[in-house]
């Protein structure tokens, strides 16, 4: 389980359910979190789950829990405590993660906290995961998330899988999230593992 708080970023990439029941996932198991959300992740919160402000997100999560576990930061304010190094995170997540985010961080350019919060997590040598959902992906697109990868990163696309016979798309939902909380450690029961094919 995470001593120090998990970043989690939410940009404008297609896949608010994602982030959504990772948010969820995070409060639930009592990791502290930092979130931060750009202004293209919170029309995408609006667009595709219908979460038109902070106050609607705190009651989806459940106000208790979000008050005990999240701290949120504006995304225009790169004097945060994610901007520093010097604030121990157990690491960052951005989910989903935008291309324009990611050539952002492929290239250093920190115009935003978000942007800066991935940057100082590469530089501190902390786990930088990114899950984005783009496709079909250009080769500008290959070759930026090839570079984070490089710099240290770990790319988690948002692409579920079936041998689960999953019945709904919160069963493909949970499959990418369980996926994110076991690369931060995060014990949990959130979707089926594999256990091999029966002899």
């Not at 783009?134 to 696309?157: D, F, K, Q, Y």
Request: aromatic letters at 6%; proline letters at 7%; a negative charge.
């Amino acid at each position: 389980m995470p001593r120090h708080p998990v970043v989690l970023a939410i940009t404008g990439a297609s896949g608010a359910p994602y982030a959504v029941r990772l948010l969820e996932a995070l409060v639930q198991h009592a990791v502290p979190t930092w979130l931060i959300v750009s202004s293209h992740g919170w029309r995408l919160l609006r667009t595709e789950s219908g979460l038109q402000d902070l106050d609607a997100l705190r009651v989806w999560v459940g106000p208790e829990r979000f008050d005990a576990h999240v701290t949120v930061f504006d995304d225009g304010d790169r004097g945060a405590a994610p901007a520093s190094g010097s604030a121990r995170t157990s690491g960052m997540i951005v989910c989903p993660c935008s291309m324009g985010t990611v050539s952002a961080i492929a290239h250093g350019t920190s115009r935003s906290l978000v942007e800066r919060a991935a940057d100082v997590t590469l530089k501190e040598r902390r786990r930088l995961l990114l899950v984005p959902r783009e496709t079909p992906l250009s080769l500008v697109h290959l070759e930026n998330l090839t570079a984070v990868t490089r710099a240290g990163a770990i790319v988690l696309p948002a692409a579920p899988g079936f041998y689960h016979q999953p019945q709904s798309v919160a069963e493909l939902v949970d499959f990418v999230v369980a996926r994110i909380l076991d690369q931060f450690d995060v014990e949990h029961t959130i979707g089926q593992r594999w256990g091999g094919e029966p002899a």
